[in-house]
């Protein structure tokens, strides 16, 4: 892969941020995707000095007229545990120095998560991915991905290979915003530009072309120079930036090529846009958005578009 610098940047203590995060949702299940979220949750909750609301959904009960005991032993025995679990959390020190709340809600996640969204004003919901291979998604249906097409905010999904990476939690020093440029951008647009303001990264804007789209009459340089055009388009009309940008262009399959060059340029956050409200989303297997979330070496910012 090669890469084409757009402006040397001229950095300046003086930049303002563009986009803050006030209140961060951290939706758990305590598992171990959920402990690498977790750190990435308090890590951007400090770095922007938001309020944390560490969120766990209990399954809703079955409804009847007469409750059986075994069922009422069973939700009980639920509540028990998430409360035991929320405890071990709070007394681990992580939430440490970090304007927090707890929660342990009832009911089905979507409208659980929905109303929490909106009550509480959250800009930020952090969450991790288990990455289930296609077959296993296409029957259980991925909860991640549910979340983060419908979620009327951004979603950073840490996924099982960003987990295992030890990159969680550390600075940002490298952004990757992977576009369509045929879709309105202007939400993922702006929070890659933020991200990179904000903590002086590098800024890699990458757009993804299939073998497909190339006709004979409009070869491989044309479509990579009309790329390059579109994409300088989207960077601000000042003559100075406060941080390093850069542009790359490749031919091949998108969420293979956006992990590959996540890796080149050593991202820290991968900016992708996706459309919300995509039915059924959640049990097809292969979607570009979940292909990437799934094996990103770093957590993927999931915006709505």
Known sequence: MSTAMIRQPQLSPARSSQVGFRTILFATDFGPSSQAALREATATARAYEARLLVLHVLPPETYYDVIPEGALLEAKEQK??????????????????????????????????????????????????????????????????????????PVLVVGPQAATKGRIGRSVHSVLWATSL???????????????????????????????????????????????????????????????????????????????AARAVKADRIVLGVRRGHPHASHLPGTIAYEVVRNSPCPVLIVPK
């Open 80 to 153: 028990r545990w998430a409360e035991h679990q929320m405890t071990q959390l709070l007394i681990s020190g992580g939430l440490r120095d970090i304007l927090h709340e707890v929660q342990i809600q009832r009911g089905s996640i979507d409208a659980v998560l929905a109303k929490t969204i909106e009550s509480e004003k959250v800009d930020l919901v952090v969450l991790g991915s288990h990455g289930l291979k296609s077959a296993r998604k296409l029957v259980f249906g991925s909860v991640a991905e549910h979340i983060f097409r419908t979620s009327p905010c």
């Open 182 to 260: 045929s879709s309105p951008e202007d939400g993922p647009r702006r929070l890659a530009l933020s991200l990179a303001q904000e903590h002086q990264a590098r800024l890699t804007m990458l757009h993804v072309w299939q073998a497909s789209q190339a006709f004979p009459y409009r070869d491989t340089e044309r479509l990579r120079r009309e790329a390059s055009q579109k994409l300088e388009e989207f960077l601000p009309e000042e003559n100075v930036l406060w941080f390093p940008a850069s542009m790359l262009m490749v031919e091949g399959s998108p969420e293979e090529e956006i992990v590959a």
